[in-house]
Protein backbone atom coordinates (compact mmCIF):
# COMPACT_ATOMS: atom_id res chain seq x y z
CA UNK A 1 0.00 0.00 0.00
CA UNK A 2 2.76 2.37 0.92
CA UNK A 3 4.27 1.54 -2.38
CA UNK A 4 1.27 2.55 -4.18
CA UNK A 5 0.95 5.84 -2.35
CA UNK A 6 4.31 6.88 -3.08
CA UNK A 7 3.34 7.12 -7.17
CA UNK A 8 2.48 10.09 -8.45
CA UNK A 9 0.24 10.21 -11.56
CA UNK A 10 0.83 13.66 -11.81
CA UNK A 11 4.33 12.90 -12.72
CA UNK A 12 3.85 10.47 -14.77
CA UNK A 13 1.50 12.42 -16.83
CA UNK A 14 4.31 15.33 -16.57
CA UNK A 15 7.48 12.56 -18.38
CA UNK A 16 4.79 11.96 -21.16
CA UNK A 17 5.77 14.87 -23.64
CA UNK A 18 9.01 14.17 -23.59
CA UNK A 19 8.69 10.39 -23.91
CA UNK A 20 6.44 10.81 -27.22
CA UNK A 21 9.46 13.78 -28.19
CA UNK A 22 11.95 10.46 -27.88
CA UNK A 23 9.70 8.07 -29.17
CA UNK A 24 9.68 10.11 -32.16
CA UNK A 25 12.87 9.91 -32.68
CA UNK A 26 12.82 5.75 -32.10
CA UNK A 27 10.00 5.61 -34.58
CA UNK A 28 12.04 7.04 -37.26
CA UNK A 29 14.97 5.28 -36.17
CA UNK A 30 12.36 2.36 -36.55
CA UNK A 31 11.70 2.82 -40.15
CA UNK A 32 15.24 2.32 -41.32
CA UNK A 33 15.00 -1.06 -39.32
CA UNK A 34 12.09 -1.81 -41.44
CA UNK A 35 13.74 -1.68 -44.50
CA UNK A 36 16.06 -4.21 -43.91
CA UNK A 37 13.61 -6.26 -41.26
CA UNK A 38 10.37 -6.06 -43.34
CA UNK A 39 11.54 -5.67 -47.35
CA UNK A 40 14.57 -7.30 -47.52
CA UNK A 41 14.22 -9.43 -44.87
CA UNK A 42 17.59 -9.01 -42.94
CA UNK A 43 18.53 -9.08 -39.59
CA UNK A 44 20.98 -5.85 -39.77
CA UNK A 45 23.06 -5.38 -36.62
CA UNK A 46 24.39 -2.52 -38.30
CA UNK A 47 22.09 -0.29 -36.72
CA UNK A 48 23.86 -0.53 -32.78
CA UNK A 49 26.73 1.37 -34.83
CA UNK A 50 25.17 3.62 -37.29
CA UNK A 51 22.72 4.97 -34.65
CA UNK A 52 26.33 5.79 -32.70
CA UNK A 53 27.83 6.97 -35.71
CA UNK A 54 25.09 9.62 -36.59
CA UNK A 55 25.22 10.84 -33.12
CA UNK A 56 29.13 11.40 -33.25
CA UNK A 57 29.31 13.00 -36.67
CA UNK A 58 26.71 15.03 -35.51
CA UNK A 59 28.02 16.66 -32.16
CA UNK A 60 31.84 17.24 -33.85
CA UNK A 61 30.00 19.34 -36.56
CA UNK A 62 27.54 21.05 -34.21
CA UNK A 63 31.35 21.68 -32.10
CA UNK A 64 32.83 22.64 -35.32
CA UNK A 65 30.24 25.47 -35.94
CA UNK A 66 28.51 23.64 -38.96
CA UNK A 67 24.30 24.01 -38.42
CA UNK A 68 22.38 21.42 -37.00
CA UNK A 69 20.48 20.69 -39.97
CA UNK A 70 23.10 20.42 -42.31
CA UNK A 71 25.33 18.23 -39.68
CA UNK A 72 21.97 16.14 -39.73
CA UNK A 73 22.47 15.84 -43.33
CA UNK A 74 26.28 14.58 -42.98
CA UNK A 75 24.86 11.89 -40.29
CA UNK A 76 22.71 10.61 -42.86
CA UNK A 77 25.49 10.46 -45.04
CA UNK A 78 27.56 8.61 -42.78
CA UNK A 79 25.02 6.16 -42.63
CA UNK A 80 24.93 5.59 -45.90
CA UNK A 81 28.86 4.72 -45.94
CA UNK A 82 27.76 2.11 -43.06
CA UNK A 83 25.36 0.51 -44.77
CA UNK A 84 27.03 0.24 -47.86
CA UNK A 85 30.11 -1.81 -45.91
CA UNK A 86 27.57 -3.84 -44.81
CA UNK A 87 26.12 -4.14 -48.41
CA UNK A 88 29.49 -5.26 -49.69
CA UNK A 89 30.65 -7.25 -47.27
CA UNK A 90 27.73 -9.45 -47.92
CA UNK A 91 27.25 -9.65 -52.12
CA UNK A 92 30.84 -9.07 -52.97
CA UNK A 93 32.74 -10.93 -50.57
CA UNK A 94 30.19 -13.33 -49.72
CA UNK A 95 29.44 -12.64 -45.73
CA UNK A 96 26.19 -13.48 -44.49
CA UNK A 97 24.48 -10.25 -43.99
CA UNK A 98 24.16 -10.98 -39.82
CA UNK A 99 27.81 -11.30 -39.88
CA UNK A 100 28.72 -8.96 -42.19
CA UNK A 101 26.35 -6.67 -39.89
CA UNK A 102 28.03 -7.63 -36.39
CA UNK A 103 31.26 -7.13 -38.37
CA UNK A 104 30.86 -2.85 -39.01
CA UNK A 105 28.90 -2.55 -36.07
CA UNK A 106 32.05 -3.84 -34.45
CA UNK A 107 34.14 -1.80 -36.47
CA UNK A 108 32.26 1.13 -35.88
CA UNK A 109 32.72 1.35 -32.39
CA UNK A 110 36.49 1.97 -32.99
CA UNK A 111 35.42 5.05 -35.83
CA UNK A 112 33.36 6.41 -33.60
CA UNK A 113 35.79 6.61 -31.08
CA UNK A 114 38.09 8.51 -33.99
CA UNK A 115 35.32 10.91 -34.75
CA UNK A 116 34.49 11.75 -31.03
CA UNK A 117 38.76 11.62 -30.13
CA UNK A 118 37.29 10.33 -26.76
CA UNK A 119 34.15 8.39 -25.19
CA UNK A 120 31.20 10.97 -25.61
CA UNK A 121 31.07 14.84 -26.80
CA UNK A 122 28.73 17.17 -25.16
CA UNK A 123 26.94 20.26 -27.12
CA UNK A 124 24.88 22.48 -24.81
CA UNK A 125 21.49 23.70 -26.01
CA UNK A 126 22.50 26.86 -23.68
CA UNK A 127 25.62 27.59 -26.30
CA UNK A 128 23.94 26.67 -29.42
CA UNK A 129 20.26 27.56 -28.90
CA UNK A 130 17.37 26.48 -31.24
CA UNK A 131 17.14 27.46 -34.79
CA UNK A 132 13.96 28.86 -34.59
CA UNK A 133 15.82 31.46 -32.90
CA UNK A 134 16.11 34.17 -34.92
CA UNK A 135 19.48 34.96 -32.90
CA UNK A 136 20.85 31.30 -33.82
CA UNK A 137 20.92 31.97 -37.84
CA UNK A 138 20.02 29.16 -38.41
CA UNK A 139 22.56 27.18 -36.50
CA UNK A 140 21.17 25.84 -33.59
CA UNK A 141 19.49 22.47 -32.60
CA UNK A 142 16.55 21.13 -34.49
CA UNK A 143 15.41 19.23 -31.00
CA UNK A 144 16.01 19.91 -27.32
CA UNK A 145 14.68 18.02 -24.30
CA UNK A 146 14.49 21.94 -23.12
CA UNK A 147 12.12 22.28 -25.58
CA UNK A 148 9.47 19.51 -25.84
CA UNK A 149 6.86 21.16 -27.58
CA UNK A 150 9.16 21.87 -30.69
CA UNK A 151 10.93 18.34 -30.53
CA UNK A 152 7.31 16.85 -30.95
CA UNK A 153 6.28 19.36 -33.63
CA UNK A 154 10.01 18.46 -35.39
CA UNK A 155 9.87 14.97 -35.00
CA UNK A 156 6.17 14.71 -36.00
CA UNK A 157 7.47 16.43 -39.29
CA UNK A 158 10.45 14.59 -39.99
CA UNK A 159 7.98 11.67 -39.49
CA UNK A 160 5.55 12.60 -42.15
CA UNK A 161 8.27 13.70 -44.56
CA UNK A 162 10.04 10.02 -44.13
CA UNK A 163 6.60 8.25 -44.60
CA UNK A 164 6.08 10.15 -47.78
CA UNK A 165 9.20 9.82 -48.95
CA UNK A 166 9.70 6.17 -48.55
CA UNK A 167 6.03 5.54 -49.91
CA UNK A 168 6.92 7.11 -52.80
CA UNK A 169 10.19 5.57 -53.38
CA UNK A 170 9.37 2.54 -52.23
CA UNK A 171 6.27 2.64 -55.10
CA UNK A 172 8.88 3.52 -57.81
CA UNK A 173 10.35 0.72 -59.99
CA UNK A 174 13.65 0.56 -58.09
CA UNK A 175 11.68 0.94 -54.64
CA UNK A 176 9.91 -1.83 -55.95
CA UNK A 177 12.74 -3.71 -56.90
CA UNK A 178 14.18 -3.93 -53.43
CA UNK A 179 10.79 -4.73 -51.87
CA UNK A 180 10.75 -7.97 -54.45
CA UNK A 181 14.47 -8.38 -53.43
CA UNK A 182 13.49 -9.64 -49.99
CA UNK A 183 10.24 -10.71 -50.61
CA UNK A 184 10.84 -13.13 -53.96
CA UNK A 185 14.42 -13.16 -54.83
CA UNK A 186 13.92 -15.73 -57.73
CA UNK A 187 11.43 -13.22 -59.53
CA UNK A 188 13.76 -10.33 -59.17
CA UNK A 189 16.66 -12.63 -60.86
CA UNK A 190 13.99 -13.93 -63.43
CA UNK A 191 13.44 -10.10 -64.68
CA UNK A 192 17.32 -9.69 -64.95
CA UNK A 193 17.38 -7.56 -61.88
CA UNK A 194 20.69 -7.48 -59.72
CA UNK A 195 19.36 -8.65 -56.39
CA UNK A 196 23.12 -7.82 -54.89
CA UNK A 197 22.37 -4.21 -55.85
CA UNK A 198 18.87 -3.97 -54.68
CA UNK A 199 20.12 -5.48 -51.21
CA UNK A 200 23.34 -2.84 -51.04
CA UNK A 201 20.65 0.11 -51.97
CA UNK A 202 18.30 -0.99 -49.02
CA UNK A 203 20.78 -1.00 -46.63
CA UNK A 204 22.53 2.09 -47.27
CA UNK A 205 18.99 3.92 -47.33
CA UNK A 206 18.20 1.69 -43.96
CA UNK A 207 21.20 2.73 -42.35
CA UNK A 208 20.58 7.02 -43.34
CA UNK A 209 17.64 6.87 -41.64
CA UNK A 210 19.11 4.94 -38.53
CA UNK A 211 21.94 7.53 -38.63
CA UNK A 212 20.23 10.47 -39.03
CA UNK A 213 17.77 9.10 -35.85
CA UNK A 214 21.22 9.16 -34.09
CA UNK A 215 22.05 12.84 -34.63
CA UNK A 216 18.67 13.66 -33.51
CA UNK A 217 19.27 11.87 -30.73
CA UNK A 218 22.05 13.53 -30.01
CA UNK A 219 20.55 17.09 -30.32
CA UNK A 220 17.49 15.89 -27.94
CA UNK A 221 20.09 14.82 -25.30
CA UNK A 222 23.29 17.27 -26.06
CA UNK A 223 25.08 14.32 -26.01
CA UNK A 224 26.84 11.57 -27.97
CA UNK A 225 28.40 8.69 -26.76
CA UNK A 226 30.05 5.55 -28.07
CA UNK A 227 27.72 3.07 -26.58
CA UNK A 228 24.26 5.20 -27.29
CA UNK A 229 23.32 3.22 -30.17
CA UNK A 230 23.85 -0.65 -27.95
CA UNK A 231 20.51 -2.28 -28.20
CA UNK A 232 18.88 0.06 -31.09
CA UNK A 233 18.57 -2.77 -33.21
CA UNK A 234 16.12 -4.60 -30.87
CA UNK A 235 14.48 -1.30 -29.52
CA UNK A 236 13.28 -0.97 -33.50
CA UNK A 237 12.28 -4.81 -33.72
CA UNK A 238 9.56 -4.00 -30.76
CA UNK A 239 8.80 -0.47 -32.47
CA UNK A 240 7.95 -2.43 -35.54
CA UNK A 241 6.08 -5.33 -33.97
CA UNK A 242 3.63 -2.83 -31.66
CA UNK A 243 2.94 -0.86 -34.66
CA UNK A 244 2.20 -4.07 -37.12
CA UNK A 245 0.00 -5.65 -33.97
CA UNK A 246 -1.96 -2.08 -33.73
CA UNK A 247 -2.57 -1.67 -37.50
CA UNK A 248 -3.32 -5.60 -38.34
CA UNK A 249 -5.78 -5.21 -34.83
CA UNK A 250 -7.73 -1.86 -36.12
CA UNK A 251 -7.50 -2.59 -39.89
CA UNK A 252 -9.03 -5.78 -40.23
CA UNK A 253 -9.16 -6.07 -43.99
CA UNK A 254 -5.50 -4.76 -44.13
CA UNK A 255 -3.69 -1.81 -44.48
CA UNK A 256 -1.52 0.20 -46.83
CA UNK A 257 2.37 0.39 -47.24
CA UNK A 258 1.94 4.20 -45.77
CA UNK A 259 -0.37 3.75 -43.02
CA UNK A 260 2.17 0.68 -42.14
CA UNK A 261 5.17 2.88 -42.19
CA UNK A 262 2.81 5.33 -40.01
CA UNK A 263 2.00 2.34 -37.53
CA UNK A 264 6.19 1.90 -36.64
CA UNK A 265 6.58 5.46 -35.68
CA UNK A 266 3.80 4.71 -33.58
CA UNK A 267 5.16 2.23 -32.13
CA UNK A 268 8.15 3.73 -31.61
CA UNK A 269 6.32 6.28 -29.08
CA UNK A 270 4.17 3.53 -27.71
CA UNK A 271 7.12 1.41 -27.10
CA UNK A 272 8.84 4.29 -25.16
CA UNK A 273 5.74 5.51 -23.22
CA UNK A 274 5.73 1.86 -21.85
CA UNK A 275 9.72 2.34 -20.92
CA UNK A 276 8.32 5.41 -18.82
CA UNK A 277 5.75 3.90 -17.16
CA UNK A 278 7.86 1.35 -16.17
CA UNK A 279 10.87 3.58 -14.84
CA UNK A 280 7.96 5.86 -13.06
CA UNK A 281 6.88 2.34 -11.09
CA UNK A 282 9.93 2.49 -9.92
CA UNK A 283 11.03 -0.82 -11.05
CA UNK A 284 14.93 -1.48 -11.52
CA UNK A 285 16.55 0.34 -14.54
CA UNK A 286 19.01 -2.54 -15.27
CA UNK A 287 15.89 -4.32 -15.96
CA UNK A 288 14.92 -1.79 -18.80
CA UNK A 289 16.49 -4.53 -21.47
CA UNK A 290 14.81 -7.50 -20.12
CA UNK A 291 11.54 -5.60 -20.40
CA UNK A 292 12.75 -4.94 -24.24
CA UNK A 293 13.16 -8.34 -24.71
CA UNK A 294 9.69 -9.89 -23.11
CA UNK A 295 7.86 -6.71 -25.04
CA UNK A 296 9.91 -8.10 -28.16
CA UNK A 297 8.94 -12.05 -27.77
CA UNK A 298 5.61 -11.04 -26.84
CA UNK A 299 4.72 -9.16 -29.58
CA UNK A 300 6.83 -11.41 -31.94
CA UNK A 301 4.43 -14.35 -30.74
CA UNK A 302 1.35 -13.09 -31.11
CA UNK A 303 0.72 -12.76 -34.80
CA UNK A 304 2.17 -16.81 -34.83
CA UNK A 305 0.06 -17.57 -31.52
CA UNK A 306 -3.58 -15.87 -33.74
CA UNK A 307 -2.47 -17.90 -37.12
CA UNK A 308 -2.47 -20.64 -35.41
CA UNK A 309 -5.31 -20.46 -33.68
CA UNK A 310 -7.33 -19.74 -36.52
CA UNK A 311 -5.61 -22.98 -38.35
CA UNK A 312 -6.82 -25.18 -35.66
CA UNK A 313 -10.77 -23.88 -35.49
CA UNK A 314 -10.35 -24.12 -39.49
CA UNK A 315 -9.17 -27.98 -39.19
CA UNK A 316 -11.86 -28.42 -36.25
CA UNK A 317 -14.36 -26.94 -38.02
CA UNK A 318 -13.33 -29.13 -41.35
CA UNK A 319 -13.24 -32.40 -39.35
CA UNK A 320 -16.77 -31.75 -37.91
CA UNK A 321 -18.01 -31.06 -41.09
CA UNK A 322 -16.67 -34.25 -42.75
CA UNK A 323 -17.88 -36.48 -39.86
CA UNK A 324 -21.31 -34.96 -40.19
CA UNK A 325 -21.28 -35.36 -43.89
CA UNK A 326 -20.27 -39.24 -43.01
CA UNK A 327 -23.15 -39.07 -41.06
CA UNK A 328 -25.67 -38.15 -43.01
CA UNK A 329 -24.48 -40.96 -45.91
CA UNK A 330 -24.28 -43.51 -43.30
Not at 4 to 22: D, E, G, H, K, V
Not at 126 to 147: M, N, P, R
Request: glycine share 10%.
Amino acid sequence: MAYLQSLNLANLFSRMPAAAAQGLIWGIMALGVYITFRMLDIADLTVDGSFGAGGAVTVMLILAGVPAWAALLAAAAAGILTGLCTGLLHTKLGIPAILAGILTQFALYSINLRIMGQANQTAAIKQYGLIFDAETHGKGFLVSSLYIPQAIAVGLCLSVVLVALFYWYFGTEQGSAIRAAGANPAMIRAQGININTMKVLGLAISNAAVALAGGLMTQFQGTADVNMGRGAVVIGLAAIIIGEVLCDAIFKKGCSFAVRLAFVVLGGVLYYIAMTVILWLRLNPNDLKLFTAVIVAVFLAVPHLQKQARNSFKRAGKSAAQCKKEDSHA
